[in-house]
């Protein structure tokens, strides 16, 4: 720049700003391509993040367990004097009774027998039972899935220190995590409460937001007037989607739980209070009223551009054969636009899957192992189960968590891709 | 040819207007909901509002009631999450729109799709059980507690960043071809067209992301719930225990809460103070938009 601002006298200095130029350029290019390096990078980062997330999530879902029994199967195979080389599963129903009896208290012995006596039960339900009761393993320790196939001589080193540990590989997703209901203990727990009181949940919450989520739209797009309510309705929609979701659940807890308690326990209308309803508002039927006014407003914005994009020629020439407004919508417009209001319902319903912080507030059950059955049962969902899982301070509650989350994003994944599909399958209707 | 009377036509329009009136109700409810019942806290005589707004102290078992240690949690986990969003939001959002491949779009675009509609609760458990151990590592686990409000907003940083990369990238791109062309036209290399004519042009949708953000930001309950730690505690440093005002929430609203106690009440009452954050920012936004909108033919 010198050069350029104070020229020495007797030099062509257009050469010499031709120079420097050529040396800008150069510094000018480099800055460039450096920058698009760092945009690259940022890029990267977040996809890096992404991939970190799942894998954290797969490696917590799957790993080594340390089981410790409580009393060692060999000790009791020596008990009943079998050979050390059979295990529990070879031994005879009587063998096994007699080992349940012995290690068990009388009064314990008593209970199940009343319940349904010895030698009715089967090989395989005796074998249970002494596993649940006598040898009663414990996971003591778990190792993610990495470690489990790259270190397995530190894992098994480690192992070796606790006293009558075993190893085994256990998938933490499995048919009996989907199957099982909540439990305190961790070998057992499983999230078929959860899942159903989301899938219930999510239904309620679908049968209530679309209809009146479309309606909005339809209002909105078809027959407000551009006055000043309707803009008013319009600035509202779009300041609602901003609110945080917690902030609906105060107003769920306010209004459907506490105000219309009547309505949502059921009692008006004379649900009984049994195992799984819990005579108060806290149920199914509050949460998914809650959570339909939390995606009510992305409904309505999704479902009045799917409206939008309907060509103007068609209301056109539906009114020019004489059609009323609502004949207009119905048979034209609606038709036209229903796989991408679908589209954007199946969206904004996949947020209110993964909703947790504003069903935590209305009360939601963390704990409960009766299955809901109706709007006016107590629940859990997958998303609680998952926040009350990692808030335990035990790792097996962790991998449980893991598992959960696995499921869970499985849920939202199958809902993408019904979404997806739908619009796809739509969309070459209408070509055809 | 007379207008003939059609009740249908007029039942229908009268449901549609419900409809819409529905989206007016919940804002009324909640407003009302939430001033009624912290008129409730403020009139229990327990406590008045300056106190309310410059204690010290979150401490309902004593009576004391300030906000600040809860307010201060809220910022600091907003600002860390915003320090990380933020650049490589912008980042992502110029590589997307100004430099990406239609091919590298597409890959791109699903992926920070993917990112967003992964639920809060996962990126919680992210943070507490991967961003904790990492920054106890790095940082020492003496400096780093186990629950801290950096790993809380290191998550929502990563949360947020969909938010901010595709709202900025539709104002990047609604950047008309005529104003790049024009300055390559001028000699200027793909960097000085994208940071110094299609930003500044599509700055007032980028500040709106900005702002749309932090209140996505402020309002994010999951991660912090189970991250950021429980107790309330006045401090700047982000390796530290603190409970945000909605980490507070969840907490009190999860255990067993007996109606129109002082608890009960006061949770409105620090809803009521996020609800009018959140919504002055949005409204902010949109203000924003509007007024600073550069408009091309």
């Known amino acids: ?432 | 040819m007379s207008r003939r009377a059609r009740p249908g036509e007029t039942i229908i329009q009268g449901f549609l207007l419900f409809c819409g009136a529905v989206s007016i109700l919940t804002t009324l409810g909640i407003v009302l909901v939430l001033v009624q019942q912290s008129t409730l806290f403020f009139g229990s005589g327990e406590l008045d509002l300056g106190e309310f707004f410059s204690g010290t102290e979150w401490q309902p078992a004593i009576g004391k009631f300030g906000i600040w240690p809860l307010f201060m949690a809220t910022l600091v986990t907003s600002f860390v999450g915003m320090l990380v969003a933020l650049p490589l939001g912008l980042c992502v959002a110029i590589y997307l729109s100004e430099y990406a491949s239609p091919r590298a779009r597409g890959i791109l675009k699903p992926v920070l799709e993917v990112l967003a509609g992964i639920p809060t609760v996962v990126y919680g458990y992210f943070a507490l059980l991967f961003i904790t151990p990492l920054l106890r590592s790095v940082f020492g686990a003496n400096i780093v507690q186990i629950y801290n409000m950096a790993s809380a907003g290191i998550a929502i940083g990563i949360l947020i960043i969909p938010l901010i990369a595709s709202m900025s990238e539709d104002a990047l791109s609604a950047v008309p071809r005529s104003l790049r062309e024009g300055a390559y036209g001028l000699g200027a290399t793909k960097l000085e067209v994208a940071v110094r004519v299609v930003v500044p042009a599509a700055l007032s949708g980028i500040a709106a992301a900005v702002i749309v953000a932090t209140s996505r930001a402020v309002g994010e309950t999951m991660v912090v719930a189970i991250a950021a730690g429980a107790g309330p505690n006045l401090t700047l440093n982000p390796f530290e225990a603190a409970e945000t005002i909605t980490g507070h929430i969840v907490r009190i609203s999860g255990g067993d809460l007996s109606y129109d106690s002082i608890d009960y009440n006061s949770i409105f009452a620090l809803a009521l103070f996020l609800f009018v954050i959140t919504f002055v920012l949005n409204i902010i936004s949109r203000a924003v938009v509007r007024r600073f909108r550069e408009v091309y033919e």
């Open chain 1, 1 to 432: 720049m010198n050069a350029a601002c104070a020229p020495p006298s007797g030099v062509d200095y257009r050469v010499k700003l031709g120079e420097e130029f050529e040396q800008n350029l150069s510094s000018r290019n480099r800055s460039a391509s450096i920058w698009q390096l760092i945009f690259l990078a940022a890029t990267i980062v977040c996809v890096v993040a992404l991939l970190t997330l799942l894998i954290k999530i797969v490696n917590d879902a799957f790993g080594t367990v340390a089981y410790q029994n409580e009393i060692d199967p060999e000790t009791l195979l020596r008990s009943v004097g079998a050979s050390a080389d059979t295990t529990l599963a070879d031994l005879p129903k009587e063998a096994l009774a007699e080992i349940f009896q012995a290690n068990v208290s009388a009064g314990l012995f008593r209970r199940y027998n009343t319940e349904k006596p010895f030698e009715e039960r089967t090989q395989e339900e005796v074998l249970a039972l002494v596993n649940e009761r006598v040898v009663q393993p414990k996971i003591v320790k778990t190792w993610g899935l990495f470690e489990s196939l790259l270190n397995r001589g530190a894992i098994e080193a480690q192992t070796a220190a606790i006293p009558n540990a075993t190893l085994e590989f256990r998938s933490w997703v499995s048919a009996e995590f989907l199957a099982n209901p909540q439990s305190p203990e961790p070998e057992t727990a499983g999230a078929r409460t959860a899942i159903r009181g989301s899938l219930l949940a999510i239904l309620v919450t679908f049968l209530v937001s679309f209809p009146i989520g479309v309606g909005a739209a339809i209002y909105l797009e078809e027959y407000a007037a551009d006055n000043r309510l309707n803009r008013l309705i319009q600035a509202n929609v779009n300041n609602l989607a901003g609110v945080p979701s917690i902030i609906y659940g105060m107003l769920g807890l306010a209004i459907f739980v506490r105000l219309l308690e009547p309505v949502t326990s059921g009692v008006a209308f004379g649900a009984v209070g049994g195992g799984e309803t819990s005579q108060n508002g806290r149920t199914i039927l509050s949460a998914a009223l809650t959570l339909s006014l939390l995606v009510l407003p992305l409904i309505i914005i999704n479902a009045q551009e799917a409206i939008r994009a309907v060509p103007r020629s068609l209301r056109q020439a539906s009114f020019g054969l004489g059609a009323t407004r609502w004949q207009t919508v119905w048979n034209h417009v609606l038709p036209y636009a229903i796989p991408g209001i679908l589209t954007g319902t199946i969206l904004a319903i996949s947020r209110a899957v993964g909703e947790t912080a504003p069903l935590i507030v209305i009360g939601a059950s963390t704990f409960i192992t009766v299955d809901p059955s109706g709007p006016f049962s107590k629940f859990t969902t997958l998303p609680i189960q998952i926040y009350q899982w990692t808030s335990r301070p035990q790792d097996e509650f962790r991998n449980l968590a893991a598992a959960a989350i696995l499921v869970l994003l499985v849920l939202l994944l199958t809902l993408n891709a019904a979404a997806i599909i739908m619009r796809n399958r739509f969309s070459q209707r209408r070509v055809s």
